[in-house]
């Protein structure tokens, strides 16, 4: 299909390797639970939180549906070459955005139709065919994203002509409405293209003060090879900017890591150092390991919100070495 979109460990640390490892979060975002919503708000189980039930509202530009319906393309990773077809006023073959499946010769052309009234007809979707027969290459799939709402009698229109305009036209055809690519815009991984056109429906959490953690495997190791597993969290605390460093606020600016294995957790300093992860971790090793990662990171705030999930850190023999001497000569 060319639409891009779907149709706690209570253990100690380990000493075996795990090698192995994207909404995402969009950075210091989350969703505000104004925006229109259409689930019954009388069911206990519901959440404001839930993008399920959240309706977007539909794009009335032109240009701007174009650029959202080229990043729901790009976003999945599966095509390459993911471009717009020209510029406005050039003959473009029914084709706004173009790309080609990665591994493939196999080119999927999209037309983008805002529909305000939902007028979408049969005959704008056979006009936008029949142009398309002409993009050089030729396509294997196209597909018409339009604002209006899902329409059963269009749906009904493409079952019962998807042979014929297979065999006519040489191409799948395929239509999303909006209510499809609403859908996509609501996975979580896809928040970033979600963030990007609608920002007014995100509160910033800095300005909240609530506090951003991100949960990650991290592998210890000496030279190449790991030895030791956890399961943490690493996050910020907001800074306090009233003023006021009394009772909780006194915690307001730190960073903080969790330790999920042991179930403990320590608030850290930049740069940090094996002291500061005492009530954290146990083991003296770990504890040097880990702080020297920590102030390896060249931005901490930057590194909360990037994809990463994954990390394997590893420590020279020489520093081990030296870091066993030192302990013995205390």
């Not at 959202?68 to 706004?96: H, L, S």
């Not at 999927?108 to 305000?116: A, D, E, P």
């Not at 998807?162 to 609403?182: A, N, S």
């Not at 920590?294 to 909360?304: H, L, T, W």
């Amino acid at each position: 299909m060319p639409f891009p979109c779907r149709f706690g460990s209570s253990q100690p640390a380990t000493t075996s390797v795990r090698l192995d490892r994207k909404a995402t979060c969009n950075r210091q975002l989350h969703i505000v639970p104004s925006v229109s919503n259409k689930h019954n708000k009388d069911n206990d189980t519901f959440s404001m939180n839930n993008l399920m039930y959240i309706e977007i509202p539909k794009i009335k530009d032109s240009i701007i549906f174009e650029h959202i319906c080229k990043d729901i393309i790009e976003t999945k990773g599966e095509y390459e070459q993911v471009q717009f077809n020209g510029r406005p006023g050039q003959p473009q073959d029914g084709v706004d955005v173009f790309a080609r499946k990665k591994g493939t010769k196999e080119w999927i052309g999209v037309q983008c139709k805002v529909r305000s009234n939902n007028d979408l007809s049969e005959k704008d979707i056979l006009d936008e065919i029949k142009k398309a027969k002409d993009f050089n290459p030729d396509l294997t799939y196209y597909c018409v994203y339009t604002t209006a709402s899902r329409d059963v009698n269009i749906q009904k229109f493409i079952r019962t002509n998807y042979d014929e305009i297979l065999e006519e036209y040489g191409f799948k055809i395929q239509i999303l409405f909006w209510e499809d690519i609403e859908d996509f815009l609501k996975e979580e991984e896809n928040y970033l293209v979600y963030h990007r056109y609608y920002k007014e429906f995100f509160a910033n959490n800095e300005s909240l003060g609530h506090g951003i953690g991100k949960v990650l495997n991290l592998d210890l190791g000496i030279g190449d090879s790991t030895d030791t597993h956890y399961e943490i969290m690493i996050g910020k605390i907001p800074e306090e900017k009233s003023g006021d460093h009394n009772n909780a606020n006194y915690y307001k600016g730190c960073f903080f890591l969790i330790n999920f294995h042991e179930r403990k957790m320590e608030t850290f300093p930049v740069p940090c150092f094996p002291s500061d992860l005492e009530q954290c971790f146990y083991n003296r090793l770990d504890r040097f390991r880990i702080t020297e990662w920590i102030n390896s990171i060249e931005n901490i705030s930057d590194f909360i919100y990037s994809n990463d999930s994954d990390i394997k850190t590893y420590i020279s023999k020489e520093k081990y070495y030296e870091y066993i001497k030192e302990l013995r000569d205390e």
